[in-house]
């Protein structure tokens, strides 16, 4: 069975900061892939970053990079930077070799910037 | 630009009475995939179609169902909505369903 945890409802922080969502996933598969979303209260599913399990290098998309750890099955999305823009809901998602073209969410975090 | 396109954003109907939800794509993707998401949860899978293949979920309810009549629309179809199939519907699309989802900006149903 796969399953994603995100153990963080909710966060606060200061605008100009750097903030860490942390992520973690259980898989028997040897191949999946990992993503992150961003829902704005408008209630659009925003892509913004994709991890492969056989990537060498964590991926980096502008302000948001994955650190991704393997071996502690963590994918955690690091923003730099956070702007007001940034509060929405989060959620982990992964894609596992075996349940083909499906994806699982975590449950999300609720990211609150703070002027 | 291409994207995933709903209608309409909301959507009021009464107990009982059948709606169709729409989604159309410009990005002519293979897989189109139904999602239910209810205030503060993560989405749920209803069912997805790869090409003309439907692939339903095994909890999804008998009074869900799907069309897609061509690689661009995709319908969800509420036989008989009930006060709990208040919530928000996604469409979602991807290229080989191995990639990145992309998704519409939903409609919000309301069951009166």
């Known amino acids: 069975a796969q399953k994603i945890t995100q153990t963080q409802p909710g966060m606060f922080v200061q605008e100009k900061e750097a903030v860490t969502l942390d992520c973690t996933y259980d898989t028997s598969d040897p191949s999946y892939g990992l993503f992150w979303y961003k829902q704005p209260s408008s209630g659009e599913m925003i892509f913004l970053i994709y991890q492969g399990s056989y990537d060498q290098q964590n991926a980096t998309e502008g302000r948001y990079s994955l650190n991704f750890q393997k071996a502690r099955k963590s994918a955690n999305l690091v923003i730099s930077a956070s702007q007001l823009g940034d509060s929405a809901m989060y959620f982990c998602?992964?894609?596992?070799?075996?349940?083909?073209?499906?994806?699982?969410f975590g449950s999300g975090t609720r990211l609150s910037i703070r002027p | 630009d291409a994207m995933v396109i709903q209608n309409p954003r909301y959507q009021v109907t009464q107990f009982g009475k059948p709606v169709t939800l729409s989604c159309s794509q410009t990005l002519n993707h293979n897989v189109m995939y139904w999602y239910q998401q209810k205030s503060s949860q993560a989405p749920k899978l209803l069912f997805h179609?790869?090409?003309?293949?439907?692939?339903n979920e095994a909890d999804t309810p008998d009074n869900f169902q799907s069309r897609r009549p061509n690689t661009s629309f995709c319908f969800l179809d509420i036989r008989s909505p009930g006060l709990g199939d208040a919530a928000m519907y996604l469409c979602?699309?991807?290229?080989?369903?191995?990639?990145?989802?992309?998704f519409g900006p939903g409609t919000r149903l309301t069951v009166t």
């Open positions: 998602a992964m894609r596992g070799y075996s349940s083909a073209s499906k994806i699982i």
């Open positions: 979602a699309t991807s290229r080989d369903g191995r990639a990145e989802q992309y």
């Open positions: 179609y790869y090409d003309k293949d439907f692939n």
